[in-house]
């Protein structure tokens, strides 16, 4: 019964390189939602996806991100141009509906250096 | 949009003390209410949760209540232990919203 997977834990990349962060949701669950977190800080809301649709993007930066929720495999979170500030935790939950529990993922920490 | 505000950001108490944290939200479409439990280097948890057609839920040691009309809600732990520190989030959703709003959480620490 595997919970939410995301990979990698650990992103190192360098300023101006692409991230590629991975979420595989909770099986059957159809809703995903990704989520930034700052040192010490609380969890901001990026992007909620389903299945081949983006249904709402209001809190990821227009330029550099986006995300992806394909019809076969994981979600994508991708970051170009990768700078400084992106460096923080990033979070996939997913959900069986919308509202409701939503199930996180371990996270992935992304360092740029 | 909705916008939730949590306090306090940092709770101390002694162990066997009891601890609440409160939030408050403004759009009273939200009906749906969620604490989340994040221990250091971990991924959120869910710990309890409440829908707006009841005012209070518990679960053990754990209790949330809500109050619609003043449109606020509060988690509540008896008898702390150590390992109940962590930090706590809040959050508030509605069914006809796509997201959860979250407040900013609570580093809760039980001191042995």
């Known amino acids: 019964n595997a919970g939410v997977m995301q990979n990698p834990r650990h992103l190192v990349r360098r300023r101006g390189q692409e991230a590629r962060l991975r979420c595989s949701p909770v099986?059957?669950?159809?809703?995903v939602y990704w989520y930034r977190q700052l040192p010490e800080e609380g969890l901001k809301f990026m992007v909620y996806?389903?299945?081949?649709?983006?249904?709402?993007e209001s809190g990821m930066p227009k330029e550099r991100f986006s995300a992806e929720f394909p019809k076969e495999g994981p979600s994508i979170l991708r970051i170009q141009q990768v700078v400084r500030g992106d460096s923080a935790a990033y979070f996939c939950a997913s959900s069986p509906s919308t509202p409701g529990e939503q199930y996180f993922g371990p996270g992935t920490r992304l360092t740029v250096t | 949009g909705e916008n939730v505000e949590q306090h306090p950001s940092t709770l101390s108490v002694q162990e066997g003390d009891s601890a609440v944290i409160k939030c408050t939200y403004s759009?009273?479409?939200?009906?749906?209410f969620p604490w989340y439990k994040q221990e250091l280097g971990k991924r959120p948890q869910l710990i309890i949760d409440?829908?707006?057609?009841?005012g209070e839920k518990k679960d053990q040691r754990i209790a949330v209540t809500l109050n619609k009309t003043a449109k606020h809600f509060s988690l509540h732990i008896t008898e702390t232990q150590p390992e109940d520190s962590a930090v706590y989030f809040c959050a508030a959703g509605a069914n006809t919203g796509n997201q959860f709003y979250f407040g900013t959480g609570t580093s809760l620490t039980v001191i042995p």
């Open positions: 759009d009273s479409a939200s009906n749906y």
């Open positions: 409440i829908r707006s057609n009841v």
């Open positions: 099986k059957g669950h159809s809703h």
């Open positions: 996806l389903q299945k081949e649709n983006i249904i709402d």
